[in-house]
Each structure stands twice: as structure tokens, then as C-alpha cells.
């Protein structure tokens, strides 16, 4: 029982308000979704690839020699680039030793393209292949990862950024980091204990090495005063990062993938996992200036790179996206939910901790697929203004990803919130109550989960449909 309390903490759920609210949702639906509607007149060109997931062993983490799982023997895996309109057509062949996926994380998409084994597609056996293909409807930064034993497959390597360009556009100074941890064991190779009773009893694996780009704390050369775009990435399995740029002037202009209303501070970034950021970031004007670039998260602060100021360089324009409608639904925290997402936790199952999402856990790898699941066990309707909340009744952290949707948080524990941005993954604190909004706007089954793989892989997921 002392161990389940770890886990649980009791919480009073906030009451329902009454408030006009036919009214106020009928107000709030004619702001609208800038998504009910976009879509983009295909280009006519087609994006092809191959992805391999295979083993490989390559030089990271300083030099070292590290077993991993990659895609086409590469950690990040390879950056896929499209503009708007394109059609992506991907070839993925599975050359692991276990049943894999690819979901593409913030994409909108046809729902059978989603990657989610036993619900949008059969798990790809060893040695089996499958072939994505989606127009890219939103510019932004993205990214593509398995969705099956995820708390194994990411945290072995399988990763990478996709991202839509809104346009054709002059070159840009642009820089990508993805950001991981890695625990690795007495031997220096990554610790091949995943799920285990430690990492669900708090908020999942979290590793002893952090990386960016797979190298430990790598410098960055900036001219003076040069301006770039930095696309930031959360690849961890559980950590949540806060990245500090110092002096250095850095402004928020995209979060998860779509642009914000206008530049937003940097001063209090937190990236939970599955998390992307666009910064527009300026050197100092002096050379010779440099900063370490800490993560700020926890007490104990992490070096995550050092960006030094060199001679200044020919200027680059930076492609700032255009600004994004972001509606400010104001009211909404007053108007009741539409579905309740309590986050708890009960001993028991695979693992012996079994994480739920309002009293049922759910699982999906080669060995329980969701043939249980015939029908999503909640409903929302096309084009309809909604509301649901997530009621965290648990110690620990839980950064909550919706497939195929954008959303934007309306209020944390009924206080009123205007973030001035959309999401797909939003991080629930302990015992803390989250609103967010939506239109849903793609028919089909979607996932609902907590991005820590771990609390995902113990059945911290369930189904959501859209129907119309």
C-alpha cells in the first residue's frame, strides 16, 4: 500500500459549472477551428523514402561505441522535409527483432495512416514491411516514432523530425536539436531493464546521460548578432526539460508544430515528451560571448549545449512562420466538460503497476493487441466546439497526447489560461486539474496516452472517436 500511495494522491474534483453554456459553446464554435477546413491544394509532387529499422552500433554519447535501434542506421533518424501540399509516401521495412510501427506524431492525416497497432493497423512483423502515404496538410515541426513497446524502441534510438515548409523560400540558418537521456548499465550499453516497478512507481525511465543530437553537451558556433531558427525536439521517454538560453534573446514563434499567434518569451519553456519547439534565437553582439544552455527542470541542473559567439557572418533571413489564428475562447473554463479524463493508478497487470486512464488500463504490443476494444469508448462529434479535462489523481507527471487533433489548454485547476498556441501534447502536474479545447476535425479512432512511454506501456491509453 506505502508503494500505491507513491503513486496516488486524493484530489477534489472541481464542480461543473452551468453557465448559459448552449450559449457559450454555440459563441465559442463560431470562433472555430482554423483546421475544420484547410485544405491545402496538393502540389502534385510525391515525397518517397525508405525507412529501415534495424540494430546498428554507432559513435554517441562522446565518442562511445552504443548499441542501438535506428532508422536507416542513423540517430536521429533521417529528417524528412515536405512543403504543404506534397504528398509523403514512405516505405518502412522492419528489420528489428520485435513487431514495429511509425506514427507520425502531430500530423493530421487519414486515420489509417496513424501507425497504431490494433487499431489503424496490424503490429509489422520481423522482417515485415508497410507503406505510409498522407498529404502534408499543415506546415510545422513534427516527428516519427514506433507506437508499440515504445518504452523500448524509442529509448534504443527510433526517431526522427518531419517537417512541413509552408513554402519555397530563401535558405535559412536552421538548426535542429532532438533531446534525449539515456540510462545505460555497468557495461555502457543501454540498460535493457525497461518498465520496470522504479520508473512506474515515479515519471518513467529517465537516463543518466542527456544528449542533443545524440552528443553529450556539443558547442554551437553563432556569428555576432546572427539570428537562426532553432527547431527543439523531446525525444525522452520521460524526462521533461526547460531549456535556459541566458542573455541570449530567444522568442517562441512555434510549439508543437504550428506557429503561435505572435513571438512569445522564452523566459519558462518546458518540453514534456513528444513536445517541439520553434525558437527564433539571436546571439549577443559581441564575439567571443558564450553561454551554456542549462536545463532548469529540476533542482539538479543539466548541461545541455554551449553556444559560443564566432565573427559575424553574411545575414540569413530567418523564415518566421506566419502568424497562426489562435483563438482566445474566452468563458471557456466556465462551461462544464464534455468528457473527464481521470489519470490513476492501481497495482497489478504485466508490469505489476498498471497506469489507467479513469479506472481502465489498456495495452497494445504483439501480446494483447486491443481486440477488446470493438468500439472507442468515447465519442466526440466533427466540427463541434469541445471541452475535456484531464483530472490528475496521482503524484506524478503526465504529459497527455491527442492523435490526429490539435487542442489549446483553456484553463489549469478552473484558473483561466490563453496560451496563444496549439498543442498535442499537454503536461498534467500532480493532483492537477487541466481543461483544453478543441474542434475535432478528423474522423476516425484516435489514441489518447500519456507520452512517458513507461505509464503508456502499463495502460495509460484509451480511444477516442470522431465521428462525422
Not at 8 to 29: F, M, N, Q, T, Y
Not at 101 to 111: D, E, F, K
Not at 286 to 308: C, K, P, S, W, Y
Not at 372 to 388: D, I, M, Q, V
Request: charged share 25%.
Amino acid at each position: 500500500m506505502r508503494f500505491l500511495a507513491l503513486l496516488l494522491a486524493p484530489l477534489a474534483i472541481l464542480p461543473a459549472c452551468k453557465d448559459s453554456e448552449g450559449r457559450a459553446v454555440e459563441r465559442l464554435a463560431a470562433e472555430a477551428s482554423p483546421f475544420l477546413e484547410r485544405k491545402p491544394a496538393s502540389t502534385g509532387r510525391i515525397r518517397e523514402l525508405d525507412l529501415v529499422a534495424a540494430p546498428t552500433n554507432l559513435a554517441l554519447l562522446d565518442g562511445r561505441s552504443l548499441d542501438v535501434w535506428a532508422y536507416n542506421g542513423q540517430l536521429p533518424g533521417p529528417t524528412i522535409r515536405v512543403m504543404v501540399g506534397d504528398t509523403l509516401r514512405v516505405r518502412f521495412l522492419n528489420r528489428l527483432p520485435q513487431p514495429s510501427t511509425i506514427h507520425w506524431h502531430g500530423i493530421r492525416l487519414p486515420n489509417g495512416m496513424d501507425g497504431v497497432p490494433g487499431v489503424t493497423q496490424p503490429p509489422i512483423p520481423p522482417g515485415g514491411s508497410f507503406v505510409y502515404e498522407f498529404v502534408a496538410r499543415d506546415p510545422g515541426t513534427f516527428w516519427y516514432h514506433p507506437h508499440i513497446r515504445g518504452s523500448e524502441q524509442l529509448e534504443r534510438g527510433l526517431y526522427g523530425m518531419l517537417i512541413v515548409e509552408e513554402a519555397e523560400a530563401p535558405p535559412e540558418r536552421e538548426i535542429l536539436w532532438v533531446l534525449d537521456d539515456w540510462r545505460l548499465d555497468e557495461t555502457g550499453q543501454i540498460d535493457p531493464r525497461f518498465v520496470t516497478r522504479g520508473d512506474l512507481a515515479h515519471d518513467g525511465r529517465w537516463g543518466t546521460v542527456i544528449t542533443v543530437n545524440g552528443d553529450v553537451a556539443p558547442d554551437l558556433v553563432l556569428g555576432e548578432g546572427e539570428r537562426v531558427r532553432l527547431r527543439i525536439l523531446n525525444a525522452a521517454n520521460g524526462r521533461v526539460f526547460r531549456p535556459d538560453f541566458g542573455a541570449f534573446d530567444a522568442r517562441v514563434i512555434a510549439f508543437d508544430g504550428l506557429a503561435t499567434a505572435r513571438p512569445l518569451p522564452a523566459d519558462d519553456l518546458v518540453l514534456a515528451p513528444g513536445n517541439r519547439v520553434d525558437l527564433d534565437l539571436v546571439a549577443s553582439s559581441r564575439q567571443g560571448d558564450r553561454i551554456r544552455v542549462m536545463d532548469r527542470f529540476t533542482r539538479r541542473e543539466n548541461h545541455l549545449a554551449t553556444i559560443r559567439v564566432g565573427p559575424s557572418l553574411a545575414p540569413i533571413v530567418v523564415r518566421r512562420p506566419n502568424p497562426g489564428f489562435v483563438p482566445t475562447w474566452s468563458g471557456a473554463e466556465a462551461i462544464a466538460p464534455d468528457v473527464t479524463f481521470r489519470l490513476n493508478a492501481k497495482l497489478g497487470g504485466p508490469f505489476g503497476v498498471q497506469w489507467m486512464i479513469n479506472d481502465h488500463p489498456m495495452h497494445h504490443d504483439d501480446q494483447s493487441p486491443i481486440s477488446e476494444w470493438h468500439e472507442p469508448p468515447y465519442r466526440l462529434r466533427r466540427g463541434k466546439w469541445t471541452k475535456l479535462r484531464f483530472v490528475n489523481e496521482s503524484a506524478r507527471l503526465h504529459p497527455m497526447h491527442l492523435h490526429g487533433q490539435f487542442f489549446k489548454v483553456v484553463a489549469r485547476d478552473g484558473r483561466p489560461v490563453d496560451e496563444e498556441h496549439w498543442r498535442d501534447t499537454v503536461l498534467v502536474g500532480p493532483r492537477e486539474t487541466v481543461d483544453v479545447g478543441l474542434v475535432p476535425t478528423e474522423p476516425g479512432s484516435w489514441m489518447l496516452h500519456c507520452h512517458i512511454m513507461e505509464h503508456q506501456d502499463a495502460g495509460m491509453m484509451t480511444l477516442i472517436a470522431v465521428d462525422g
